[in-house]
């Protein structure tokens, strides 16, 4: 078992971490804050190892692991609460000695958070015991074993710095930074990028990681939670074979790997959330038709973040096909300033946003994505294919754009 694990961490984690396409003029500025995968992976591992053994999972009966989450989930609230009122104490100017007023809240938060690391693994291993439960009823198992086998640890994730160039949206570097890097960091790390070598930069968070096991942002969103985890296992999943392997080939790839984990990932969720915490079940969301009369003064009302993203995507491809570098950066700025004044505080709007986040392109209306038509037709394939697993087993094997449109039926 103990190869096995090992087998699978070297396999999907190593492939996980952008390295072959990391461009080496940029890692000169980030070297000495970049993450440690290889001791975070030895550590999660011997932690995830030591307590499988346990498998408490086995021994609660469906009440008792649904008590178990819901605790999980109330505990990580109140560790999050007590964090955010510390941070308002320390960032209150009328607050004469935040050391001394805060004592009494940190002795309490030592006390939750002790909580919450007695509680953290044996949820995880319900929740991977559940997922894996569900994969293998869908066909992903062999003889009662889904592989790989399902594995993540909530953790404090790294950030990313995205890199691309200024005349084009492409992503050059996908590069780990250390968790914990303040505003003032970030912008120093991006100008250093954008003035020594002209690149496009951009420090991006994200919520889950490919490694294995997988790493999971902490929240107290349990449909968030279970589709995150979902999602990453489907990235471990594709790790495997081509298209996974392929992640950092080329854009298109890209695309193709997070909008086939996306749409798993969400899949997924519904499955678990339906098998499992029918009560905590969100309702779906119904779309609202718009009105045929456009109703005076409702502007605010009839903002779409998704339609003004795509919309200001495709300007901005147009302005750099025509060369229109500095002016498209002009506009970018303009239409960050547009978002904020909207409700949307996006700290920067530059090519390395479009390069991040046009890879997600699961959802209607394209948003960063713009007219990139390979979102849609990821989609489109998964709504011919009968099952979630015919869908993961063909897209798999693909390593082209082309290979996907080669699946799709008339």
Known sequence: MLVFFILCS???????????????????????????????????????????????????????????????????QKVQQLNATLEVIYADPNTKDPQSATEPLKVELTREQARLDALAPVAEEILQAQLSQILAELGFGLAGQVFPPVLYQVTQLPLSLVVSPRTEIKRLADISLEA?????????????????????????????????????????????LTEVIAHEWTHNYLTLRPLGINYNTSPDLRTINETTASLAGKELSRMWLERFYPTLLPEPEQETPAPSVPVPGDEQLAFDFRVEMRD???????????????????????????????????????????????????????????????????????????????????????????????????
């Open 10 to 76: 070297v396999l999907i984690a190593g492939s996980a971490v952008s390295g072959a396409d990391v461009v080496e003029s940029v890692r000169a500025y980030t070297r000495n804050q970049e993450f440690d995968y290889a001791s975070w992976t030895l550590e999660a591992l011997g932690s995830k190892l030591s307590f499988a053994t346990l498998q408490p999972e086995k021994l609660l009966d469906q009440q008792k692991t649904l008590e178990i989450i819901v605790s999980y989930i109330q505990q990580v």
């Open 180 to 224: 914990g890097l303040d505003t003032l960091e970030k912008e120093a790390l991006e100008q250093q990028v954008f003035d020594a070598l002209d690149y496009s930069a951009l420090v991006v968070p994200v919520g889950g990681i490919g490694a294995y096991p997988t790493m999971v942002m902490q929240t107290a969103d349990l449909v968030w």
């Open 312 to 410: 200001t995507r495709i300007t901005v491809d147009e302005m750099l096909a025509n060369a229109e570098v500095e002016q498209a950066e002009a506009y970018m700025e303009a239409r960050r300033q547009f978002f904020w004044e909207n409700g949307y505080l996006i700290r920067k709007l530059n090519q390395a946003y479009f390069a991040f986040y046009g890879a997600y392109n699961d959802e209607p209306g394209g948003g960063a994505a713009g007219t990139d038509p390979i979102g849609p037709a990821v989609t489109a394939l998964r709504a011919q294919k009968s099952s979630l697993k015919s869908f993961l087993w063909e897209i798999s094997w693909v390593t082209s754009f082309e290979g996907v449109q080669g699946l799709l039926t008339d």
